[in-house]
């Protein structure tokens, strides 16, 4: 099963977002996707960077009993791709965050993100699209097939993966009420999350940019 309204949900949320996407991607479409995400994959050794993304002191992130994160396992090679993979993370789930808590201006995702940057601006009109709407969201959204490399002689990282949305929902704020779908190819999808290492915090990566594919050929029923 999947949300009834989550293609409409998104449909408020990203045609305007999409229009502002830095690094390619999909043009507005009225079932593009609401970005979600979770916590961070196995850990390895500490290095000194990895050191520093743990003394950081982040924003809380919290979600209600019926809606969780879940991301598969990853190894990224080197320490600034596993701190880039986690912040990824953060970013995305902050969105949601963002989404439940009702709150468009968020403060937990604008410190996951370049300031003024698309990513910033996706997860605000994202954020605003759904809770202008009357909604929030419910159920499991599902990370995998993550991939981690460092672009641009090494200054920023890409984290990609695929997310699976046929167990999400969306529920009406006011009555509570859930809806769904017959889940279909349109419930998964392709992300690219651009991320830049913070120039004020040591060991903290922010999103510059986001992209979301629906219905992409690699993430269908995995």
Known sequence: MNRRTLPALTALATATVLLLTACGGESAKPDEKIPGAGESSAKASASP???????????????????????????PAGADEKAALKDAQNYMEAINHAVVQQDPEDSVYKFYVVPLSQAQEYAKKTAKGIVDGGWTV????????????????????????????????????????????????????????????????????????????????QCVGR
């Not at 950081?56 to 994160?69: L, V, Y």
Request: aromatic share 8%; hydrophobic share 35%; with cysteine.
């Open 138 to 217: 419910t159920g499991v959204m599902h990370q995998s097939q993550i991939n981690v490399k460092k672009t641009q002689n090494g200054k920023l990282v890409n984290v990609s993966f695929c997310q699976d949305e046929s167990a999400a929902y969306a529920k009406e704020v006011r009555t509570g009420k859930v809806l769904k779908t017959e889940a279909s190819e349109k419930s998964h999808y392709a992300y690219s999350v651009i991320m830049q290492e913070s120039s004020s915090t040591d060991g903290l990566w922010q999103a510059k940019a986001v992209t979301a594919t629906r219905g992409a050929a």
């Open 49 to 75: 960077s990895e050191g520093a993304a743990e003394e950081i002191d982040r924003p809380e992130i919290k979600f209600p009993k019926d809606f969780r994160m879940t991301w598969e396992s990853a190894e």
